[in-house]
């Protein structure tokens, strides 16, 4: 069954960091890019990053820029979002989310992990 | 960067038909995915590529894209259709969605 778990969501204080994860099973992850997505409350859904499948590429959203970073361990089926510096704005739910095929700006988002909850308030 | 332009709100009978339009400059030229999203529930995709529509998603969800609009089409829409629907393209390496359209059925 392909799957994508997240975990690590919580409730932290501005200015902390944070550290969310996103467990692969049921495909050859390690021929995928994977895209991080957030649902902020009362509103809609913002890219976050992207990392290509052999962690060559990173790219991000202006609005974490320089906060945030993308990594993977393709050995551990894992995707990591270091979240630095957290801000009130950051509360969201965080989603990982793989795209159909290979070419990772060409399919749509097939398969979404159920969602991390972060919550970022003092 | 590039932006998708939603209607907050789109409202249709029960078994009438709902067109949920997504605006961007020439996004004829893209590739539009669809996703609908229900209250806690994970985004699914509805639609891919402009009108390809994934096995287990019912005929009545169609695309159509060209110009500088792509649209969204339920056929009879059902009382478990009301959710929030995004559109989604690829710019630049980036991921961009439209502000999402919240869909009622009446």
């Known amino acids: 069954q392909v799957q994508l778990v997240e975990s690590g969501g919580g409730v932290v204080q501005p200015g902390r960091s944070l550290r969310l994860s996103c467990a692969a099973s049921?495909?050859?992850?390690?021929?995928?890019?994977i895209h991080w997505v957030r649902q902020a409350p009362g509103k809609g859904l913002e890219w976050v990053a992207t990392?290509?499948?052999?962690?060559?590429?990173?790219y991000y959203a202006d609005s974490v820029k320089g906060r945030f970073t993308v990594s993977r361990d393709n050995s551990k089926n894992t995707i990591y979002l270091h979240m630095n510096n957290l801000r009130a704005e950051d509360t969201a739910v965080y989603y990982c989310?793989?795209?159909?095929?290979?070419?990772?700006?060409?399919?749509?988002?097939?398969?979404w992990g159920q969602g991390t909850t972060v919550t970022v308030s003092s | 960067s590039y932006d998708l332009t939603q209607p907050l709100s789109v409202s249709v009978a029960l078994g009438q038909t709902a067109r949920i339009t997504c605006r961007g400059t020439?996004?004829?030229?893209?590739?539009v995915h669809w996703y609908q999203r229900k209250p806690g529930q994970a985004p699914v995709m509805v639609i891919s590529?402009?009108?390809n529509r994934p096995s287990g998603i019912p005929e009545r969800f169609s695309g159509s894209n060209s110009g500088n609009t792509a649209t969204l089409t339920l056929s009879g829409a059902q009382a478990g259709d009301e959710a929030d629907y995004y559109c989604?393209?690829?710019?630049?390496?980036?991921?961009?969605f439209g502000g999402g359209t919240k869909l009622t059925v009446l």
């Open positions: 989604q393209v690829y710019d630049s390496n980036t991921v961009v």
């Open positions: 049921g495909f050859t992850f390690r021929s995928y890019g």
């Open positions: 990392i290509w499948y052999d962690g060559s590429n990173k």
């Open positions: 590529r402009d009108t």
């Open positions: 989310a793989r795209p159909q095929g290979l070419r990772i700006y060409y399919y749509a988002l097939d398969v």
């Open positions: 020439n996004i004829g030229n893209k590739n």
